[in-house]
């Protein structure tokens, strides 16, 4: 009696080992779907589609919900909303999750904040970060709509530089829809950091858009008003978030009012400008592009369609740009607002040589790669989200970790069914 009381306990402990087996085989076999890098220079978006391969939700999204990962059983949706994800996810049950790999680029203290939509007023998440709970959504918000995002911070913690897995749970019986999060870099007080430079880069090749409220943190004098200065606090230029591919703009310009955007660029060369500006008014006036001196202008929109209806409009010449740091100025006469500034290179400069080709891919958003004296590319480059990519470092560790591991695993493993094995022979004898 007492041999197979404790044969049982012997069975009972190895399917106890092989569930653990089979549960961190299932945590070793999750993988990123995009490449999510948090900065440490501002603020980091992670689109709610971006959930890894591996997730947990119970049920399927109802035909036509599932238009973004098709391929998966969690509902998808393409919809705009003020703060500039891709899409979001919905039709959520309780206890459903998702995680997201992220890459954080430094220590130090992040503020995790999440864009929530609900027509039913009592959905809410958890957020986890590497297994531990961080914090929560509030409960029992209003249901304005299924599209009508609220962001919520969600916890102020300190992070270390490196990979990490973020969770979300749906503590309620679902009742929301998810566009994804903003990490937002802190002080060591606690506090956003004064706001820094992100180094816009010039390529040789494609188009470079610099988004209008990334300007440089100098005091451009300009009267403040209470309620109109959300995407950079504390600066006297007035901004707000718009539903535009570019998430926000500079509004209220007044004439005279200017503000600059320090670049590096990786050749020289003539680069054309293009300024995304919207009005709705009767007196719209052009935009004035300096650079070292020289200057253009791009005409203001013909018609008045809505001061967040935006149109591109070209300056009317090209100007030289010279490898390195350069400051590009922007002068306003009034009655627009303006969103963004494209950059593109059109040819070398008259009389001078052409250069070596700019190996690196033309980026939309700000990075943290540096150009060198000689103008060429730095090991960092951009990702299309404006993330900067620190190339293969990192990865190796991580391959030779999960081998490690997965060794571990088929050792325990063999050891387990040598034991039932074993146990199973005597039982006969």
């Known amino acids: 009696m007492k041999k197979q009381k404790t044969t049982k306990k012997i069975i009972s402990l190895a399917l106890a080992i092989m569930l653990t087996l089979a549960l961190l085989s299932f945590c070793v076999a999750a993988e990123p779907y995009a490449e999510i890098n948090i900065n440490a220079g501002g603020v980091s978006k992670i689109n709610a589609t971006d959930f890894d391969t591996v997730y947990g939700l119970t049920t399927d999204a109802p035909d036509g ?113 998810i566009a994804g999060f903003d990490v937002e870099p802190l002080n060591e007080f606690g506090f956003p950091p004064v706001w820094e430079n992100p180094n816009y880069r010039i390529t040789r090749t494609g188009t470079t858009t610099i988004k209008a409220t990334d300007f440089d943190p100098d005091d451009y004098g300009k009267e403040g008003d209470d309620g109109n200065q959300h995407v950079r606090e504390g600066h006297a230029v007035r901004t707000e978030g718009n539903d535009s591919e570019w998430g926000s703009n500079i509004g209220w310009i007044g004439a005279g009012d200017w503000v600059q955007y320090t670049v590096t660029v990786a050749n020289d060369g003539m680069y054309a400008f293009v300024a995304q500006l919207a009005s709705d008014s009767g007196d719209r006036a052009p935009v004035t592009i300096k650079v070292n001196g020289n200057s253009v202008t791009a005409g203001a929109p013909t018609d008045s369609t809505g001061w967040q209806d935006y149109h591109a409009m070209p300056a009317d010449g090209d100007l030289a740009l010279t490898a390195g740091e350069n400051v590009i100025i922007v002068e306003f006469g009034g009655g627009v607002n303006f969103a963004a500034l494209e950059v593109s290179r059109t040819g070398d400069i008259e009389g001078a040589a052409d250069e070596t080709p700019d190996e690196a891919p033309a980026s939309d958003e700000p990075g943290d790669s540096e150009a060198s004296e000689d103008g060429e590319t730095a090991d960092a480059g951009d990702d299309e989200s404006g993330n900067a990519q620190t190339g293969d470092s990192g990865s190796d560790g991580e391959e030779e970790s999960n081998m490690i591991l997965w060794i571990i695993l088929g050792v325990v493993g063999v050891v387990v069914i040598v034991v039932i094995v074993v146990i199973a022979t005597k039982k006969k004898k």
């Open 65 to 177: 919900g599932r238009d973004i990962r098709p391929e998966t059983e969690v509902g998808t949706e393409h919809g705009d909303n003020q703060f500039g994800f891709e899409g979001n996810v919905g039709w959520m049950d309780q206890v459903d999750w998702l995680d997201w790999t992220i890459n954080v680029a430094a220590d130090g203290f992040y503020r995790f904040s999440a864009a929530i939509a609900s027509d039913s007023g009592n959905g809410g998440i958890d957020l986890y970060l590497d297994g531990e709970q961080i914090g929560s959504s509030p409960q029992g918000k209003e249901g304005n709509g299924w599209q009508e995002y609220v962001m919520y911070t969600i916890a102020d913690i300190q992070v270390s530089a490196g990979t990490h897995v973020l969770r979300m749970v749906s503590w309620s019986g679902g009742g929301i829809n």
